[in-house]
């Protein structure tokens, strides 16, 4: 064997070896503690999931929070996507958009949900300046509620989604946009019918990472729901750390696992049906 041949082999191998693990063998160690109790192979502790009320409603709080932030993060997050591509001229402001955008996320998740609980509050930010601008008589209650929940992860997911969706409009050829304005089409149907079909993409991409993110997030959930709303990841960290019932927990992970993948794999699915 060559010594390039074996230099390529190398740099996959390692790699691999990392991947398997530190994800493949968690994994198969999770999956194989769901399927044990007392010792001896068992499906109780899916039964118990699928025929418990509670976790059904656990599971649609879970989902439903996360497609609420990927469609407010994808209806923000395209508008700021296309003034930084296409209306920003000057470089330098670019850049120093950008760097604003990605700036909260060297801070901790933990650090950012605390500001929001303060922000959130009854006598918080929020409150005090609709209340000063007559919008309400009485404060609002986010903390504890899944609108708080909903803001907070709008919040530190958004930048994921103007990152891949102005990637997106980035790439799109503007003498394409520039033909379909030659040929007769207003600004507003070459947008819809050029532009924004070339950047479904990184729409696409966009919305499968927030997703995915937000129906897994535990500390921005736990923070701003108080314990008063209970998601999927909640649910796990409780098994693990208070219960110590690690079979039970595999169990729930797996579960959420197996749901966010069947929920992207149809998003795909539907993307690329829509494209063709």
């Known amino acids: 064997m060559s010594t390039s041949r074996i230099a390529v082999l190398g740099l996959v191998a390692l790699p691999a070896a990392f991947f398997a693990a530190f994800f493949l063998v968690p994994l198969a160690t999770v999956l194989i503690a769901s399927i044990m109790k007392d010792g001896s192979l068992t499906a109780a502790n899916y039964t118990r999931i699928l025929f418990d009320t509670y976790h059904w409603e656990v599971l649609a709080t879970t989902f439903r929070l996360g497609l609420l932030t990927t469609v407010i993060c994808i209806l923000l997050g395209y508008p700021l996507a296309w003034y930084l591509v296409r209306m920003v001229r000057w470089k330098a402001w670019r850049r120093i958009c950008v760097i604003l955008l990605i700036l909260p996320l060297f801070t901790s998740n933990i650090v950012r949900s605390f500001g929001w609980m303060v922000l959130l509050g009854r006598n918080g930010l929020v409150n005090e300046s609709m209340e000063g601008l007559g919008l309400i008589e009485r404060p609002i209650r986010f903390l504890g509620t899944e609108t708080g929940i909903l803001i907070g992860l709008v919040y530190i997911l958004l930048p994921f989604v103007v990152l891949t969706i102005g990637n997106a409009l980035a790439r799109v ?90 929920m992207i794999a149809a998003a795909s699915l539907v993307s690329r049906l829509g494209a063709r």
């Open 173 to 262: 050829d503007r003498s394409v946009e520039h033909a379909s304005a030659d040929l007769g089409a207003s600004p507003a149907s070459t947008f819809w019918h050029v532009t924004f079909p070339l950047s479904i993409p990184g729409v696409v991409s966009g919305a499968i990472m927030v997703f995915a993110l937000a129906v897994s997030a535990y500390v921005t959930p736990a923070l701003l729901s108080g314990g008063r709303v209970t998601v999927l990841a909640m649910l796990i960290f409780q098994q693990y750390s208070s219960v110590f019932d690690f079979n039970y927990g595999g169990a729930l992970a797996i579960t959420l696992l197996a749901f966010t993948l069947a």
